[in-house]
């Protein structure tokens, strides 16, 4: 009776005891980040992806939804960087022709200008670049997906 007993609080310890599938205690941190891009907070966003890799390392699904996710977050940062460097650029423009209106060419004012105006189209096309580099990551990434998809059936 006493190793019945035993056994029996024994099995309702170690019970007890066991987690929680760690995909699903990982899940809401990916929503969570989710949430956090769409809100433009892409620092939160990077924070909780990095979170899940440190705290459910066994979370495997979660995980690999979350570097897929992280290319997205890359992406729409790029984005955002990429439409404020634009927007710089521009006003950078409209700045040096006002600037430089009715200089002559080899004026010291009009060659600071210019140099400016060529470190702020330098940073617009790295910008854009940037985009296009996430974009294509992204694609690729389906691409390899699909042909693993098509490679299990």
Same mark, same amino acid.
């Given at each position: 009776? /006493?190793? @019945?007993? #035993? &056994?029996?609080?024994?099995?309702l310890v170690v019970a007890s005891c066991q987690k929680q599938n760690p995909n699903t205690e990982a899940a809401p941190l990916l929503e969570e980040a989710r949430q956090a891009v769409t %809100?433009?907070?892409?620092? /939160? $966003?990077?924070?909780? @992806?990095?979170?899940? !890799?440190?705290? *459910?390392?066994?979370?495997? %699904?979660v995980r690999w939804a $979350? &570097? *897929? +996710?992280?290319?997205? #977050?890359?992406?729409e940062e790029a984005k955002? =960087?990429?439409?404020? $460097?634009?927007? @710089? *650029?521009? +006003?950078?423009? *409209?700045?040096?022709e006002d600037v430089t209106k009715g200089l002559p060419e080899y004026h010291p004012t009009v060659r600071a200008a210019s140099e400016k105006l060529d470190s702020l189209k330098m940073e617009r096309n790295r910008m854009q670049m /940037? #985009? !296009? +580099?996430?974009? !294509?990551?992204? =694609? %690729? !990434?389906? /691409? &390899?997906?699909?042909? =693993? %998809?098509?490679k299990g059936e």
């Open positions: 009776m /006493k190793k @019945i007993f #035993v &056994l029996a609080v024994i099995s %809100e433009k907070d892409f620092a /939160k $966003a990077h924070a909780l @992806i990095d979170s899940i !890799r440190k705290a *459910y390392p066994r979370a495997t %699904e $979350a &570097l *897929y +996710f992280e290319d997205t #977050v890359n992406l955002v =960087q990429s439409h404020e $460097a634009d927007s @710089i *650029y521009n +006003f950078g423009r *409209y700045e040096f /940037k #985009v !296009r +580099f996430f974009h !294509r990551k992204i =694609q %690729e !990434r389906l /691409k &390899l997906k699909d042909k =693993q %998809e098509k």
